[in-house]
């Protein structure tokens, strides 16, 4: 008799066996706090507090939870879904994509590298990161009808991105925090951010590249299967590009130009142009009025447009549902008071270390600490106040201490199943999450072994 073979749990396994670990870990882990001021926790007030040990009720609670704390990133998703849904059914989109195609001749390796550099610019920039997940269903039918898998479609916006927030310049969401908390200026260790954002994009693009190519001579040798995934423009039937198509894909890009405009905090990068302020509301705001529009274009008729945008919703509900329940863990780390004792933890080892040891050690912290707690914002509240103080003692500045966190969040979270934006990705292009870390696993590895490189070097040089 064959033996069964083993197959990986879908991702909402995944994420209930974590919240379930969690919360035995509430049990074993002793409960504890600093003293915050302002939201911000203060080096040195660590102190026991009566344990909050989470139990049954709190696990099946904690999916709903999360969903709550992260409804507007959810919400946005579905609304994202809708506007595809609507843009999809004018065809637009296929004609769009054929029409690339055609114009690419041969040429479709070049996408990778130029979106790649873009999806990076936008994550050292400003830390774009949530964002991306509007874009998985516009490029992966790209590359599925260039001939490569889904796993190029994520990677070319996944890693392009990821890369880009492992070595954020200005990122005013995961730097500018950080430094903030550090008490340095956002100035301070950029040369050396830049020397790495240049080394792990192309280290990225290399990786990319190289995958495609073998894939694209031998769809053999992909991890997932040409073509897999049910999101794909349908190449078999070529589709006119008619005048009323190239106007819809006209406003269906102007859209991701607002969205992307309207969340970028151009005062923090000291550029002189207007703010938006906009975040997940506005974007989903956005995206509800382009999908009416275009419709309306498309002459469909009110039922249509409204049977068409909840359509598209329930596509990708899937994906908003993985995003709340990825939220509930750090909820119910929180809940359980165990989040501040690791952080403790962290602080008693990184005590006495001498520059170099401490400056590795602080990389190694935030490693498993961002497991914990994917948000980049929010660790960096959580932890740069407690971990900078202790570097001034080891002699190692803070911009280090910054650049330590924001390598360590930024790598982890490319990979780590309770980063909603990769779940997500990933059930977008139908792969399974064991096929990703296959995939990826190499180049983890080298941005690991190139970020104690850097960090050494900042030591060294500093």
């Known amino acids: 008799m064959d ?21 035995l870990s509430t049990w074993l882990i002793p409960a504890g706090a600093y003293q ?31 969903f709550y704390d992260a409804v507007d990133v959810c919400v946005f998703i579905l609304m994202v879904g809708g506007f595809l849904g609507v843009v999809m059914k004018t065809g637009a989109v296929d004609a769009g994509v054929g029409r690339i195609i055609q114009r690419l001749g041969g040429k479709e390796k070049w996408l990778i590298p130029i979106l790649m550099i873009a999806f990076g610019l936008g994550g050292t920039t400003y830390g774009m990161w949530e964002e991306t997940m509007a874009f998985y269903p516009l490029l992966i039918p790209v590359f599925l009808a260039a001939g490569y898998d889904a796993v190029v479609g994520i990677s070319v ?24 908390f550090a008490g340095v200026s956002l100035g301070d260790g950029i040369l050396l951010r830049a020397a790495q954002l ?18 694209k001579k031998n769809p053999a040798r992909s991890v997932v299967g040409v073509g897999a ?7 078999e039937e070529t589709v006119e590009f008619t005048p009323k198509r190239k106007i819809i894909m006209a406003i269906f890009t102007l859209t991701f130009l607002i969205m992307i ?17 906009w975040w997940f509301p506005e974007l989903s705001a956005l995206f509800l009025t382009a999908g009416v529009i275009i419709g309306l274009i498309d002459r469909m008729g009110e039922e249509t447009i409204a049977e068409t945008y909840v359509a598209g919703c329930a596509d990708l509900l899937g994906v908003a549902l993985i995003i709340g329940i990825s939220r509930g863990i750090t909820v119910l780390m929180n809940d359980g008071q165990i989040t501040d004792t690791i952080l403790h933890w962290g602080e008693k080892a990184l005590s006495g270390a001498g520059p ?26 959580l932890s740069v106040p407690v971990v900078a103080p202790l570097g001034r003692f080891a002699g190692v500045e803070g911009d280090l201490v910054v650049t330590a966190f924001q390598s360590a969040s930024g790598l982890v979270n490319i990979i ?27 180049l983890i590895l080298y941005f690991f072994l190139l970020t104690m490189v850097f960090l050494i070097l900042g030591v060294t040089l500093g």
């Open 157 to 180: 916006i996944l890693l392009g991105a990821g890369a880009g927030i492992i070595s954020s310049t200005v990122n005013p969401f995961a730097t500018g925090i950080a430094a903030g």
């Open 416 to 442: 780590t199943p309770t980063a909603a934006v990769v779940m997500g990705a990933l059930a977008l292009g139908h792969v399974p999450y064991d096929k990703w870390v296959k995939y990826v696993w190499k």
């Open 36 to 66: 915050y001021v302002n939201e911000v926790p203060i080096a040195g007030t660590y102190h026991a507090v009566s344990p909050s040990p989470q139990g049954t009720g709190a696990v099946l609670k904690a999916a709903f939870s999360g």
């Open 261 to 277: 405009y309207g969340v970028i905090p151009f005062d923090e990068m000291g550029l002189p142009l207007p703010v938006l302020g």
């Open 198 to 215: 240049v080394v792990f994009e192309g280290a990225a693009i290399w990786f990319v590249m190289s995958y495609a190519a073998k894939v």
């Open 3 to 23: 033996k069964a073979k083993f197959r990986m749990p879908t991702a909402y396994t995944i994420l209930f066996l974590l919240i379930i670990l969690v919360a």
């Open 229 to 235: 995934g049910k999101i794909q423009a349908n190449m």
């Open 356 to 381: 170099v040891s401490f400056v590795l050690l602080v990389y190694l912290l935030y490693l498993p600490l961002t497991v914990l707690i994917p948000s980049s914002s929010g660790l960096a509240t």
